[in-house]
T-cell receptor, first 118, second 112 residues
C-alpha cells in the first residue's frame, strides 16, 4: 500500500501565478479531502469529495481556489491567481467511508505539498 | 470557531516521563475521538482512537482516557521516548458526518 501520494512536495511560485497540486488517494477509498495547515489556523478542511463528487466546498477560501476529481484515483487543487497568504502546507487525505461511522475507516493523509508564494 | 479545544500548545518532557495532552468538546453528538501524530515534513497519521462507550483505551505506551460527562478526553504517553517528539492532534466526529473537527495541536519534545 503506497498510501496517499501528493505532488509536488514543495512549490515556490510568484504572486499571480497559477498553482496546481495533485493527489492520488489510496486505491479503493471513496472519500477524498483537501486540507490546509498553517500555524495560525491549524488544519482546515477545504473540500470533500465522495465517489468523485464534490460534497462540501464550504471551506474553500475564495473563488481563486478550485478542486476537481475526474476519477477515483486522481484529484487536483488549483489556485489561480496565487497570493502570499496562500502559503501553507496542503494535505490530501482519503478514507473508505465518508458518511458513516469511521471508527474502522480512519483518515489517511499524504505527506503534503508545502506552497510558498512570494 | 474550534469545536475541539486542545491544551497545552507545547510541552517538554524528559525521556521516561509521562506526556499528557487534554482535549475538550461541546458537541454531545460526537462519537468518534481519534488522535493523530505528525512528524515534521509528514502528514498526520492515526495513532489511536476511542468511542464514548469506553472510558479508556491503551495501545502500547499510548492511552486515551475519556470522560463523557465532562466532555473531555486526553492522551497519555507513558515512558516517553525521543522518537515520540512530534505534534499531536486530537479530533472528533459525529456518526453520520464526514467532517473531523481537529484540535489546534500540541508539540511534544522529549529530551534525552
Amino acid at each position: 500500500d503506497a498510501g496517499v501520494i501528493q505532488s509536488p512536495r514543495h512549490e515556490v511560485t510568484e504572486m499571480g501565478q497559477e498553482v496546481t497540486l495533485r493527489c492520488k488517494p489510496i486505491s479503493g477509498h471513496n472519500s477524498l479531502f483537501w486540507y490546509r495547515q498553517t500555524m495560525m489556523r491549524g488544519l482546515e478542511l477545504l473540500i470533500y469529495f465522495n465517489n468523485n463528487v464534490p460534497i462540501d466546498d464550504s471551506g474553500m477560501p475564495e473563488d481563486r481556489f478550485s478542486a476537481k476529481m475526474p476519477n477515483a484515483s486522481f484529484s487536483t487543487l488549483k489556485i489561480q491567481p496565487s497570493e502570499p497568504r496562500d502559503s501553507a502546507v496542503y494535505f490530501c487525505a482519503s478514507s473508505l467511508q465518508g458518511h458513516t461511522s469511521s471508527y474502522n475507516s480512519p483518515l489517511h493523509f499524504g505527506n503534503g505539498t508545502r506552497l510558498t508564494v512570494t | 470557531q474550534q469545536q475541539v479545544k486542545q491544551s497545552p500548545q507545547s510541552l517538554i518532557v524528559q525521556k521516561g516521563g509521562i506526556s499528557i495532552i487534554n482535549c475538550a468538546y461541546e458537541n454531545t453528538a460526537f462519537d468518534y475521538f481519534p488522535w493523530y501524530q505528525q512528524f515534521p515534513g509528514k502528514g498526520p497519521a492515526l495513532l489511536i482512537a476511542i468511542r464514548p462507550d469506553v472510558s479508556e483505551k491503551k495501545e502500547g505506551r499510548f492511552t486515551i482516557s475519556f470522560n463523557k460527562s465532562a466532555k473531555q478526553f486526553s492522551l497519555h504517553i507513558m515512558d516517553s521516548q525521543p522518537g515520540d517528539s512530534a505534534t499531536y492532534f486530537c479530533a472528533a466526529k459525529e456518526t453520520n458526518d464526514y467532517k473531523l473537527s481537529f484540535g489546534a495541536g500540541t508539540t511534544v519534545t522529549v529530551r534525552a
